[in-house]
C-alpha cells in the first residue's frame, strides 16, 4: 500500500493509513506499507514543509509499531535514495512480487517498479478534482490515471444526474472510509459538553473550474457562513483549527467559537484518538467542492466520530443517498437545520450515540468496506 502519513505526520492522516493496512490485514492479505512518492515532508511543529524527514519517519515508525506492523513498513528518501523501515531490496522485491498496489490518496506517480504489479488500484480520498482535470485533458492528470488498472473514489454520487462532474475514460467505482472498529471503542459520556472537530482553514492549491462555475478545494468559506451558529446552541462549538490567516481564530471567538491548535489535537494516533473519544459530537463543514458538486463525499474523520459513539452534525454532499441520517448523523445546508440538529441530539443524546456507532457498524466497517472493494478489484 502506498500512502503519505509520513509526509504529513498528523492523527487523522496517520489514521487513514492504519485503517486501510489493518484492514486488508484483517482480510487475510500479506500488507506492507511503502511511502515513496518524493514529495518533501510537512513538519506539523513549525507548520512548514521541510528537508529533514525525521519527523515523519518517527511518526510513521510508531504507528506501525503500534498496531504490530513495525516490519511492514518503508519510508524512502528518494532526493538522497536513503530507506527507512524496509531496505531497497525489500522494497524492490515486493514491487516485483506483488499482486497489487493500493495507491491510497494517490500521492506516487507510478514509476517502472511500480508497474511490474498486475492490479494498481488509484484510491481517490478527494473526489472531483481528479474528474475535472480529466475531462479537462490535463496530460498530467490523464498519465497519473492510466497508470492504474482500477479507480476508486469516496465520491460515491459521481455519474449521478444532480452531481455535475463529468466522467470520462475511467470508471469510478464507488467506496468510502474504513474503520477498524474495534480501535475505537465506545465510551460515550453524556457529560461531555464540546461539538468538536478537526479543521484546515484555508486549503490551497486544488481550486478548480468547470462548466464556467468555480470551486473552492476550501473549507473556510463554509466555515463562515456557519459563524453565528454557535448562539443559536446550547453546546459549545470547538474547532481544533490549522490557519494560515491570523485573523481567522480572533474572528471565530468574537462569533462564540472556542478555538484551539489543531496540531494539539492531532499530533499523534493516540491524542487525536483521544480529542475524538472526550467530545460530545462532530460538527463540521465539508470543502466546497464537495458541497456544491452533490458527489457524495463523506470524511474519515467523522467515520472515527461514529465508531467512537459520537453523533456527527455534517455539511450535505449527497452523502445522505448512501448512508442513513437523521440519527446520529445529521447532514445540514443552512445553518437553521445544523441548529436543530444538535438540539435533537441534546434530547435524547443516548439514542444518537448508540446510532452513531450502529451506522459505523453497517456502513464503514473496514471488513466490509475494504472486502467490497478487493471483490470488485477481482482480489
Known amino acids: 500500500m502506498l500512502h503519505l502519513a509520513g509526509q504529513y505526520p498528523l492523527g487523522g492522516i496517520g489514521w487513514q493509513a492504519i485503517h486501510h493496512v489493518v484492514g486488508l490485514a484483517r482480510l487475510g492479505h500479506d500488507v506492507y506499507y511503502v511511502e515513496d512518492s518524493g514529495a518533501p515532508p510537512y513538519d506539523p511543529r513549525i507548520k512548514s514543509v521541510v528537508v529533514d524527514h525525521t519527523y515523519g519517519i518517527d511518526f510513521l515508525r510508531r504507528a506501525m509499531e503500534g498496531v504490530g506492523l513495525g516490519d511492514r513498513w518503508a519510508y524512502v528518501d528518494v532526493a538522497s535514495s536513503t530507506y527507512h523501515g524496509l531496505s531497497r531490496d525489500a522494497v524492490a522485491r515486493l514491487y516485483r512480487e506483488a499482486d497489487a498496489l493500493v495507491n491510497v490518496c494517490a500521492p506516487t506517480r507510478l514509476r517502472e517498479e511500480h508497474m511490474t504489479c498486475p492490479v494498481r488500484i488509484y484510491l ?112 459549545p462549538l470547538e474547532l481544533a483549527l490549522e490557519s494560515d490567516d491570523p485573523g481567522a481564530p480572533p474572528r471565530l471567538r468574537e462569533h462564540g467559537w472556542l478555538v484551539t491548535d489543531a496540531f494539539a489535537a492531532s499530533a499523534d494516533l493516540d491524542g487525536y484518538r483521544d480529542f475524538v473519544a472526550g467530545s460530545r459530537g462532530e460538527f463540521t463543514v465539508a470543502k466546497d467542492l464537495v458541497v456544491r458538486t452533490r458527489c457524495g463525499w463523506f470524511s474519515d474523520r467523522s467515520a472515527c466520530y461514529l465508531a467512537s459513539g459520537r453523533p456527527v452534525v455534517t455539511q450535505d454532499t449527497a452523502f445522505g443517498k448512501f448512508v442513513p441520517t437523521g440519527e446520529g448523523l445529521f447532514a445540514f445546508s443552512e445553518i437553521e437545520e445544523a441548529a436543530a440538529a444538535i438540539d435533537e441530539i441534546n434530547r435524547d443524546y443516548a439514542r444518537h450515540s448508540a446510532a452513531a456507532r450502529r451506522i459505523a457498524v453497517e456502513h464503514f466497517d473496514a471488513a466490509k468496506v475494504l472486502g467490497a472493494l478487493c471483490r470488485a478489484a477481482g482480489l
Not at 158 to 174: D, H, M, N, S, T
Open 124 to 235: 481517490q480520498t478527494d473526489p472531483c478534482h481528479d474528474q475535472i482535470l480529466a475531462a479537462q485533458g490535463v496530460s498530467g492528470t490523464l498519465r497519473a490515471l492510466e497508470d492504474h488498472t482500477h479507480h476508486f473514489t469516496y465520491g460515491e454520487n459521481l455519474g449521478a444526474p444532480e452531481c455535475p462532474i463529468p466522467l470520462v475514460k475511467f470508471r469510478w467505482q464507488p467506496t468510502r472510509p474504513p474503520v477498524v472498529l474495534d480501535l475505537w471503542p465506545v465510551a460515550a459520556d453524556p457529560g461531555a459538553a464540546r461539538f468538536t472537530t478537526v479543521a484546515t482553514w484555508h486549503n490551497v492549491g486544488k481550486d478548480v473550474e468547470w462548466d464556467g462555475v468555480s470551486y473552492e478545494w476550501s473549507k473556510h468559506g463554509n466555515f463562515l457562513r456557519m459563524i453565528d451558529l454557535p448562539r443559536r446552541v446550547t453546546q
